[in-house]
Every structure is written in structure tokens, then in C-alpha cells.
């Protein structure tokens, strides 16, 4: 789960790192009360899930109440990125003397955590890394180990920050890697990282993402979610109960088993399509799953074909071909893509038997996976040249 910008920022000051003094405001009345609250020239600034909010006309300085109450009516209700600004915070404005980038974050490639660190703060760390990633202080932490005083040293010298600054930036370090650690965090943020004119370290943007996995240690946590920034087919699935990925592409994936569901993916590739999301109905594919993985999957306007990959256990074939049949029946016109359809397993015979005989058009059995994702592909992109059917 992914916080907004004011939400993380409430979360560091809980652990005792820096912010500027600011306040929320849903429509520009309360914009222009929290500008006079605040006193003196404010930052507007756009509160959505995404960067890019300066570049995108999301951030803008205002000189009092009155131009901070213009400001946000310019800024609310505009799209960034595909996100639409709901709310605007209204932050105090902050004197800057030099803009650093500070993170810790979960690092699954080596199996610990890392600290990343810039010298060139304020904009995106993925352009600093494309275009200069020597710029870039990568500092592991093995996490038997914790954040020790060289890896400060390694942060605070290697971006070049004034001796006066280095015990702050290790303190506020230490509190950011504290807050992953105690929010089961898997990334905390701040860019910029400013230092302001009189020597003081604040962090002036905020971004933590926490881990779902781990929300049930953290109840107090699920007030922080925002229902209009979570994707409507993830918050559908959520409310069923399913295992849901949304990709870009046009096939979309039900399987059962994640093993099975990543190696659909690759083989979609492998034909040269793209999984537009891909759907675990875990070791049951009855037909009330089945009606349920096909609602979310059909309810993206991109999914041109679905591909049903079921390999049967303790499933049987032929009890899961029965529950496609029926999904399709309690459907009806909502099943607007033809679906294709491969099992193996246990009664798959029987089953693709079943599905052979269906007098639905939508319906497109196939033997083998290879076979299923080559057909896919190409009812994907035909539907995509003819519009959905």
C-alpha cells in the first residue's frame, strides 16, 4: 500500500523526523484557511500517487491566503499521470540551501535492506540512475547486521554533505531506517532531503510504501488507504478474496497456483503477447471463482482475449470445465472476449470433453499451454484491430 505524500509525512514526524509545518485541504475554502493558519508564502502542492507533480504544473508556490485559494482550484481536479488530484497540501515554505535524495528501502536482490543516496536531490532517482548512476551512494545493510555508524558514514561523505550536517542526516537516517523497520515498510523515502539556510535538515517530500502482507500487525494502518487511488479491478478482487496482478498488455491470465500463473506469463510472451493481469483462483476453480475471476478480469476495457490455464490435482477437469460453463451462464453478455481455455490433470479429458460441446462461441478449448497462449495471443490482437466483441 502506497501513502500519500501527507500520509507519510505524518508517519515521520510520529518517528521524529523533520517536515515543514503543513495542513490538508480538500476544496480551495480550506486551502485558503490553512495558507492563513500557516502564515507567509505556502507550497501547494497535488496530492496523487505518482511523480512528476512539479513537472505536471502540481506544485506551486503561493504568496498568501488568497493566491494559495487560486492555486489549489487550479490544481484540484487535475490529471496526473492518470491520477486525479483529490486534495492539495498546503505546506509552509521552506528556505533551500541544497536538495539531497534519502532512502532506505527492501532489496530482494540481496536479501537485505539499502540505503540510496544523492547528491541531486528534487528529481526523479530513476533519471539520476539513467543518466548518472555514479551519483547514486548504494550502501547494503544486511539486516542480522542493522544500520550500523560506517553505513552512515558511507551515506553522509559520499554525497558530500558539510560537516555541520552529517550528525543530523545520521540521526534522521537511523529514525527513517527505524520506521521501516517498525511500519514492515518496504520503502521510505525523501526527495527532496533539504537543507534549509539556517543548516537544518527537513525532509520536504515523503513516499513510503508498506507491505500488505504484513497490514494485520498494523490494524490502525487500513484507515490509511485511500479507495480512489487503489485500482478498481485490485479492489475488486481484494472484495472477493482473489489473488489479482494488474499489468498492461491484452491476455488476461486465470490460473490455479502462482507457479502455474508465472509460467502462463511466460509462455504469453513467448507468443508475443503481453498479460494485461493474470488471476490465481488458488486449488478450486468452482463456478462461483470462476464468475468472480472473470467479473474482475472482464471489467478492464484493455483485455481483448482470456486465457483459463487450470492443471487439475485435486481439482478435477471436469468439475472445473462445468464451472466455467456455469461463470459463462450467470455472465451472460459480460463476456464480451473470447476465452481459451486449457487442462490438464486429473478428468481433463472429460473436461475439455465438456467444454468441446458448449454451444457458447466464447468458449476455445485448447490441449496444450503452448498451444492456449499462441491462441490467445492472436484472438488479443485481432480484437484489438476490430474493437471488443
Known amino acids: 500500500m502506497d501513502l500519500f505524500e501527507y500520509q507519510a509525512k505524518e508517519l515521520f514526524a510520529s518517528h521524529g523526523i523533520p517536515v515543514p509545518r503543513g495542513?490538508?485541504?480538500a476544496d480551495p475554502a480550506e486551502a485558503e484557511r490553512a495558507a492563513a493558519e500557516l502564515g507567509g508564502r505556502v507550497a501547494i502542492k497535488a496530492q496523487v500517487q505518482t511523480g512528476g507533480r512539479g513537472k505536471a504544473g502540481g506544485i506551486k508556490l503561493a504568496d498568501g491566503p488568497a493566491d494559495a485559494r487560486a492555486k489549489a482550484e487550479r490544481i484540484i481536479g487535475m490529471d496526473i499521470k492518470g491520477h486525479?488530484?483529490?486534495r492539495v497540501l498546503v505546506e509552509a515554505a521552506s528556505d533551500i540551501a541544497a536538495e539531497y535524495y534519502l532512502s532506505v528501502?527492501?532489496?530482494?536482490?540481496?536479501?537485505?535492506?539499502?540505503?540510496?543516496?544523492?547528491?541531486?536531490?528534487g528529481v526523479e532517482i530513476e533519471e539520476v540512475a539513467a543518466t548518472r548512476p555514479e551519483a547514486i551512494v548504494r550502501v547494503p545493510v544486511n539486516p542480522l547486521v542493522g544500520l550500523r555508524g560506517y553505513h552512515v558514514n558511507q551515506v553522509v561523505y559520499g554525497i558530500g554533505l558539510p560537516e555541520d550536517a552529517r550528525a543530523q542526516a545520521g540521526e534522521l537516517l537511523t529514525r527513517l531506517y527505524r520506521l521501516l523497520l517498525e511500519a514492515d515498510a518496504t520503502l521510505v523515502e525523501v526527495n527532496p532531503l533539504v537543507r534549509t539556510g539556517d543548516g537544518q535538515l527537513v525532509a520536504l517530500d515523503g513516499k513510503v510504501s508498506l507491505d500488505d502482507s504484513a497490514l494485520f500487525r498494523h490494524p490502525d494502518f487500513e484507515a490509511l488507504r485511500e479507495d480512489s487511488a487503489v485500482d478498481p479491478q485490485e479492489r475488486m478482487a481484494k472484495e472477493r478474496g482473489l489473488n489479482y496482478v494488474k499489468l498492461d498488455g491484452q491476455v488476461g491470465i486465470i490460473g490455479n497456483g502462482a507457479g502455474l500463473v508465472m509460467s502462463t506469463l511466460d509462455v504469453v510472451?513467448?507468443?508475443?503477447?503481453?498479460?494485461?493481469?493474470?488471476?490465481?483462483?488458488g486449488g478450486g476453480a468452482s463456478a462461483e471463482t470462476m464468475t468472480n475471476g472473470l467479473e474482475v478480469l472482464l471489467s478492464d476495457?484493455?483485455?481483448?482475449?482470456?486465457f483459463v490455464n487450470i492443471f487439475g490435482g485435486i481439482t478435477r477437469g471436469d468439475l472445473v470445465a462445468r464451472g466455467i460453463l456455469d461463470a459463462l451462464d450467470q455472465l451472460g453478455d459480460q463476456v464480451r472476449v473470447p476465452m481459451v481455455v486449457r487442462l490438464d490433470g486429473t478428468n481433463a479429458e472429460q473436461g475439455r470433453q465438456l467444454l468441446a460441446e458448449s454451444p457458447s462461441e466464447k468458449v476455445v478449448p485448447a490441449a496444450t499451454m503452448l498451444e492456449a497462449a499462441a491462441k490467445a495471443v492472436e484472438l488479443a490482437r485481432a480484437g484489438a484491430g476490430g474493437g471488443a466483441n
Open 23 to 25: 495542513r490538508v485541504a
Open 84 to 86: 486525479t488530484v483529490r
Open 105 to 121: 528501502l527492501h532489496d530482494r536482490a540481496g536479501k537485505g535492506f539499502l540505503v540510496l543516496a544523492s547528491a541531486e536531490g
Open 269 to 281: 510472451a513467448q507468443a508475443g503477447g503481453k498479460a494485461a493481469n493474470f488471476l490465481d483462483v
Open 301 to 306: 476495457p484493455k483485455v481483448r482475449s482470456v
